[in-house]
């Protein structure tokens, strides 16, 4: 509990953390306020039956293009994606809001909110990609998203009550207003955030770059286990939506009123789940944490139909909001940690379209069931659901605790050589995964002059002196490497190194070094910098 608060105290002590956060409380609250008030204007154009088209052209239109726009996320700054994105939103909004003024008809109206909602779609999977380059460690990127998370369940109730109190003192061109300024908001504290560097990567199919995302979660298993319960759980919430108004009308017999309390407890459960994600962030079981947030997510559902009294409801609501906190949170960190850099923004964009068309296939099965085999056994049936799916998935999200611990030691002696130190913490964390531990007994030979150049060598513990032609050219110690310059020159080795006591190193392969050395322009130009000095002095290796 310790470790996760000091990571908490470290996501709000990083400026940049908070800009990006306080960039999410506009984008979230503007979103939300937005939706209550297109709802209004589209029902006084043409009644509930223009609300449901408006709103499914919307979702499907931003389920198709997110993959795709999702491209940009990886293709240059995701700093400047985000600004793009919410200046472009800004700009439509501020239009919606003018033709709402003018009456001038609710067609351009409509384009505009799908044009509006499409590009909606690329912010999330930036912002998600564009988050891991800004932490420090793996359990403050732990403790950011559990934030990010908070911010987006206050933007869920505070957007709408903002968005109903305009409407109710002026109207929906207020709230679209209102909108375009968040959006704005959003956009200026991006803009104090530093211009990130994007990995350099050379792409020439264009097919197969914009495919990139799908072949990722195709090939990783840990990715295709966080897609899939994700997945499988905004299923469930999509069948929730329709649920909950049939629970609270026909089973709880609470009235109107009763959805609101279930919605409210839901919505406070999401803010208690932030601290059940630091009492078990120190844990750093990911996995397990997800399977728990699923679990949470199913059993409430199902045990809603069993007893008729809204004040349990109501618990049983808050556990779902705690166990949605839990999903998002591990799933997201998760689902960052096992994707490569270049690729994380249309893996989150394969992951937004999956959401979206989820919700809305929910959506639609929910009320199939409740005709079917009445309000009882839907919520029993949809709520089994996601427990059975765990019960499946357990042995392997277990395997995904097992093979994703982070050595400490490893990274922190990483993190301190400037070769690593500009690459994002998610590279790092892997590079220490992928080291050997390697053991050279007092004046034996760690490299030798004129040898092939395999792998690039830190030392953990002991000393050594470097060799050149014979000659001691001078000396290493703790925290010291060496091997560089043979991987990045493609040369021979150009030194010895020589243990005068017992050396302890920690070696990389040459693959894993230069692909993460030369895939990273800021850690490309260190490398360089560092070559040039030990060259002419020669004592590089």
């Known amino acids: 509990m310790k470790e996760s ?96 003024f003018t009456h001038s008809g609710w067609l351009p109206v409509f384009v505009l909110a799908v044009s509006s909602t499409v590009v909606s779609s ?17 359990e403050e990127l732990t403790a950011a998203n559990a934030v990010m998370n908070s911010v987006a369940s206050v933007g869920m109730f505070a957007g709408p009550a903002v968005g109903g109190l305009l409407l109710a003192l002026s109207g929906p061109g207020a709230v679209f207003v209102l ?88 919505g406070v459960g999401c803010l208690l789940g932030v601290l059940a994600v630091a009492a078990l962030a120190g844990r750093k079981r990911l996995a397990a944490d997800l399977g728990l947030g699923v679990l949470l997510w199913g059993v409430p559902v199902a045990v809603a139909a069993l007893w008729s009294n809204l004040a349990f409801a109501v618990v049983l609501f808050a556990v779902i909001g705690i166990g949605n906190t839990l999903v998002d949170v591990a799933g997201m960190t998760l689902m960052q940690r096992s994707a490569d850099e270049d690729v994380l923004g249309r893996v989150f964009g394969v992951l937004e379209s999956l959401i979206l068309t989820s919700l809305a296939l929910g959506a639609l099965v929910a009320p199939a069931l409740v005709s079917l085999a009445g309000a009882r056994i839907a919520l029993v049936a949809v709520g089994a659901f996601l ?47 992928a080291v050997a531990e390697v053991r050279v007994q007092p004046m034996g030979e760690a490299v030798t002059q004129g040898a092939h150049g395999d792998r690039f ?60 050395v030369t895939g990273y322009a800021p850690s490309r130009a260190a490398a360089d910098t560092i070559v040039a000095a030990r060259l002419p002095a020669g004592a590089a290796l």
């Open 5 to 100: 608060l000091r990571a908490f105290g470290a996501v709000f002590a990083n400026a940049n953390l908070r800009r990006l956060q306080l960039a999410g409380i506009g984008s979230t609250l503007g979103t939300w306020a937005y939706g209550v008030g297109l709802a209004v204007f589209a029902y006084h154009a043409g009644g509930a039956r223009a609300v449901g088209v408006l709103y499914a052209v919307r979702w499907g239109a931003a389920a198709v293009a997110a993959p795709w726009l999702a491209a940009f996320a990886d293709s240059g700054s995701r700093r400047r994606v985000l600004v793009a994105a919410d200046l472009s939103r800004c700009a439509i909004l501020a239009a919606i809001a003018t033709l709402a």
């Open 122 to 138: 690329v912010f999330q999977p930036a912002q998600s990609a564009f988050l891991p380059q800004l932490v420090t460690s793996p």
């Open 179 to 266: 909108t375009s300024a968040t959006f704005l908001w959003s956009a200026l504290c991006l803009l104090r955030i530093p211009r990130d560097e994007p990995p350099v990567r050379e792409e020439h199919d264009e097919p197969a770059r914009l495919l990139a995302g799908f072949s990722a979660i195709r090939s990783s298993r840990p990715l295709q286990l966080v897609v899939g319960l994700t997945t499988a759980q905004t299923f469930v919430a999509g069948a929730l939506e329709v649920l909950l108004v049939v629970l609270a009308l026909r089973l709880l017999h609470s009235g109107n009123a009763g959805v609101g309390w279930l919605n409210a407890g839901m």
């Open 387 to 433: 427990p059975v799916v765990l019960l499946l998935c357990w042995p392997a999200l277990q395997r995904i605790d097992r093979e994703a611990r982070v050595p400490t030691e490893p990274l922190a002696l990483l993190r301190a050589i400037p070769l690593f130190a500009p690459l994002p913490q998610m590279l790092v964390e892997r590079l220490a995964s």
């Open 457 to 516: 060598y830190v030392i953990r513990s002991g000393r050594a002196v470097v060799e050149i032609d014979g000659a001691e050219t001078g000396s290493l110690g703790p925290g010291d490497f060496f091997g560089e310059i043979a991987l990045l020159r493609d040369v021979p080795r150009t030194a010895t190194v020589r243990a005068i006591d017992e050396l302890v190193l920690y070696a990389l392969e040459r693959d894993d070094f230069l692909a993460a």
